[in-house]
T-cell receptor, first 117, second 113 residues
Framework: DTEVTQTPKHLVMGMTNKKSLKCEQHMGHRAMYWYKQKAKKPPELMFVYSYEKLSINESVPSRFSPECPNSSLLNLHLHALQPEDSALYLC????????????????FGPGTRLTVL | SQQGEEDPQALSIQEGENATMNCSYKTSINNLQWYRQNSGRGLVHLILIRSNEREKHSGRLRVTLDTSKKSSSLLITASRAADTASYFCATANFNTGGFKTIFGAGTRLFVKA
């Protein structure tokens, strides 16, 4: 099973709402990632979790709050978002630097398309 | 922040022709990967080349890496209409706890049947 699943596929929320994006993988990967992608732009790294610990935060605003409850799950909690946060949010996983060495391939989910009104 | 540039930004070719995309990057890397994305969907990993490798093949794909010039190229031979997609290079640099991956701007490839 080389699949990364993301829910929901689409999400529309108001600026005062609180919502969560979910990501799941069952490949035994120990690194998980959140990316944000605007239309016609490349994905931009937001967060990296390694062995369930946050290892990289690319200066993301605090209205985005990641959580890794276990090695298979990754959440992104959203609160008080702005319209400019509307984008495709991609989750990815990889074996993890300790086990993958320098051949660590990331597997991406299909993304959640978020619209903030 | 983007690691580097890809060129061309867009490429339109006829089915059967070869397509070449280039990627340049700025910092030292552990590996460079190429991904494909169809119409705003998830990315599909195509090929990974390590920093100590110069060329790699996978089916119709050929990737080269020149670390002295900090550049890579992706060649798709005998293109098909189904190859129409956006192609991104991504550089990985080992960071404490995980790989920091930075994507290039991407090349949009159109293959006409």
């Amino acid at each position: 099973d080389t699949e990364v699943t993301q829910t929901p596929k689409h999400l529309v929320m108001g600026m005062t709402n609180k919502k969560s994006l979910k990501c799941e993988q069952h490949m035994g990967h120990r690194a998980m990632y959140w990316y944000k992608q605007k239309a016609k732009k490349p994905p931009e790294l937001m967060f990296v979790y390694s062995y369930e610990k946050l290892s990289i935060n690319e200066s993301v605003p605090s209205r985005f709050s990641p959580e890794c409850p276990n090695s298979s799950l990754l959440n992104l909690h959203l609160h008080a978002l702005q319209p400019e946060d509307s984008a495709l949010y991609l989750c990815a996983s990889s074996q993890g630097a300790r086990s993958g060495g320098n051949t660590d391939t990331q597997y991406f989910g299909p993304g959640t398309r978020l619209t903030v009104l | 922040s983007q690691q580097g540039e890809e060129d061309p930004q867009a490429l339109s070719i006829q089915e059967g022709e070869n397509a070449t995309m280039n990627c340049s990057y700025k910092t030292s890397i552990n590996n460079l990967q190429w991904y494909r994305q169809n119409s705003g969907r998830g990315l599909v990993h195509l090929i990974l080349i390590r920093s100590n490798e110069r060329e790699k093949h996978s089916g119709r794909l050929r990737v080269t890496l020149d670390t002295s010039k900090k550049s890579s190229s992706l060649l798709i031979t005998a293109s098909r209409a189904a190859d129409t997609a956006s192609y991104f290079c991504a550089t990985a640099n080992f960071n404490t706890g995980g790989f920091k991956t930075i994507f290039g701007a991407g090349t949009r490839l159109f293959v006409k049947a």
